[in-house]
């Protein structure tokens, strides 16, 4: 069964700086999606980005940029010129190629964004 | 709709009571997710439909747990006999078919035991 590994409960970063959220999960499939999910405290999960294993080039969506390491089954999110609105719950999450489609969730990373 | 909808926001219920959540999914989505949030495991799947296809239960945690999607779109998870682990936010997802596909969440209902 996969796994994901979110290995920093809380972070603080100040406004207009640049912080890494770090995720490591495991599998045995070659091809698999990953994605960082958002939850404010409104509750509703917001996706920020997404990858696909078998893309060699890390996704980016503006601020939000990812460094995939395939080999290393590393996904870490990189927030630059952060926001008071980036203040959330992070969670990192994997979805393989068969079965239900479910997503599997790391126990996510409370970022906190300081004025 | 413009997102999926999920009732009631939240729910405070005695031991023992049975209850109801409801999922809207979008419109023209044919999968629908139902996750559960809670302190001590994080978000852990519940189950899974796909259009007409038999949904994927594999993750309900005990036989007090069921949903069903009437229709193709809206879904109801039921709670029988509720009991305080069962305290968690429900979270409900949709998407279009396939892996490539995203899945949008709604805000969950947040189920209360006492």
């Known amino acids: 069964a996969q796994t994901v590994t979110q290995s920093q409960p809380e972070m603080s970063v100040q406004e207009a700086e640049t912080v890494t959220l770090s995720c490591t999960y495991d599998t045995s499939e070659n091809n698999y999606y990953l994605f960082w999910y958002k939850q404010p405290p409104s509750r509703q999960m917001i996706l920020v980005i997404r990858?696909?294993?078998?893309?060699?080039q890390n996704a980016t969506e503006n601020r939000f940029s990812v460094n995939f390491q395939k080999a290393a089954k590393s996904f870490s999110l990189k927030i630059s010129d952060s926001q008071l609105g980036d203040t959330a719950m992070y969670f990192c999450a994997f979805r393989g190629q068969g079965g239900s489609e479910k997503l599997v969730f790391g126990k996510g990373t409370k970022l906190t964004v300081n004025p | 709709g413009a997102g999926v909808s999920q009732s009631p926001s939240n729910k405070v219920t005695e031991k023992g009571k049975d209850v109801e959540l409801r999922c809207d999914p979008i419109s023209g989505h044919t999968a629908l997710y139902w996750y559960r949030q809670s302190l001590g495991q994080g978000l852990e799947f519940l189950i899974y439909?796909?259009?007409?296809?038999?949904?994927?239960k594999s993750g309900l945690p005990s036989d007090r747990f069921s949903a069903e999607r009437t229709g193709g779109s809206v879904s109801t998870l039921t709670i029988q006999r509720t009991q305080q682990e069962d305290s968690a936010v429900y979270l409900c997802a949709s998407s279009l078919r396939g892996v490539k596909n995203i899945q949008y969440f709604g805000a969950g209902t947040r189920l209360s035991v006492l």
């Open positions: 439909f796909q259009g007409n296809s038999a949904p994927d």
């Open positions: 990858q696909e294993a078998y893309k060699q």
